[in-house]
């Protein structure tokens, strides 16, 4: 007999579909996220930079 595994399911931070929590996933600030492909994450991470510029954009070379 086959044995499955039930895997917990989240949803994609992008797209909102539900997924497995282990699936295409990252760690990012100390939590971890699934997406459903590789778009998504793809998309996620670049959202996630732009973030970072834009928080940073502020700050002048004598970190004023």
């Known amino acids: 007999t086959e044995r499955r595994v039930m895997t917990e399911t989240v949803r994609c931070p992008v797209s909102n579909q539900q997924v497995p929590s282990d699936k295409l996933s990252l760690e ?10 590789p778009h998504c994450r793809a998309r996620f991470i670049e959202d996630c930079e732009l ?12 970190g004023e």
């Open 51 to 62: 973030e970072f510029i834009r928080s940073t954009a502020g700050v002048n070379a004598s």
């Open 28 to 37: 990012y600030n100390g939590e971890r996220f699934a997406f459903c492909c």
